[in-house]
């Protein structure tokens, strides 16, 4: 099992540009979710999922797209980069009765100028 | 409300035990979670503890949880130089459609020699 792994690991944009931050987990967990991480904030949830066709929003929704296609992939879009989104964004995984254990990637940091 | 309050910064020496404090406002959380974060990983879970016990002891981790203040804590006994991470609290909300996680800020536990 390569658990949930996330491409790219690192990422420079400029403001303005878009693009898709890839989420995948081979574990069948029902439950995805996005956070991002910044200093002296902890983890926000952006999007989370329940299964393949639903999305949800979380507490910073703004700026982002989600999409589950398929249970296994969760991207995240950001539509139009802004210095305010540079930060390390986390996908996590878990089953639907175990919310609480959910298993995380390694992140992607994001540096938009 | 859904905040999660903690201290960000802890040092102890190597030996000593550590202790992390956590404040939460959700009353009606059912599990409450604590996660360790090494330099440049996602988060692991450490422990968890349901919300009708008192205490819950793994090994050298001992977790409190008073739940008439709203207050967990998280003790690492005979704390390593390995303990050295982030430690975050998380408390399981159910917001109707499913349940998510609400993370702390996080807190730096350095172990010094």
């Known amino acids: 099992n390569a658990g949930v792994t996330q491409t790219p690991k690192f990422q420079v944009l400029k403001t303005g540009q878009s693009m898709t931050l890839q989420c995948a987990q081979d574990m069948n967990h029902e439950y995805m979710s996005w956070y991002r991480q910044d200093p002296g904030m902890g983890l926000r949830l952006i999007h989370y999922?329940?299964?393949?066709?639903?999305?949800d929003q979380g507490e910073v929704p703004n700026g982002y797209n989600v999409s589950r296609s398929t249970t296994e992939d969760f991207p995240l879009r950001l539509l139009s980069a802004a210095p305010s989104q540079t930060s390390v964004y986390f996908c996590?995984?878990?089953?639907?009765?175990?919310?609480?254990?959910?298993?995380f990637g390694p992140g992607t940091r994001l540096t938009v100028l | 409300g859904e905040d999660v309050e903690q201290s960000l910064f802890l040092s102890v020496r190597e030996g000593d035990s550590s202790v992390i404090n956590c404040t939460y406002t959700?009353?009606?959380?059912?599990?409450l979670y604590w996660y360790k974060q090494e330099p440049g990983a996602g988060l692991q879970l450490l422990t968890y503890?349901?919300?009708?016990?008192d205490m819950k002891q793994d090994q050298r981790l001992t977790v409190l949880l008073n739940k008439k203040d709203k207050h967990l804590s998280l003790r690492i006994a005979d704390t390593q130089t390995g303990d050295s991470a982030i430690y975050f609290c998380?408390?399981?909300?159910?917001?109707?459609?499913?349940?998510?996680?609400?993370f702390g800020t996080g807190t730096r536990l350095q172990v010094t020699l």
């Open positions: 996590a995984s878990s089953t639907l009765g175990e919310i609480g254990e959910q298993f």
């Open positions: 959700d009353s009606s959380s059912t599990y």
């Open positions: 999922s329940v299964g393949a066709g639903i999305t």
């Open positions: 503890i349901f919300s009708n016990m």
């Open positions: 998380a408390e399981s909300v159910n917001t109707g459609t499913a349940s998510k996680l609400t």
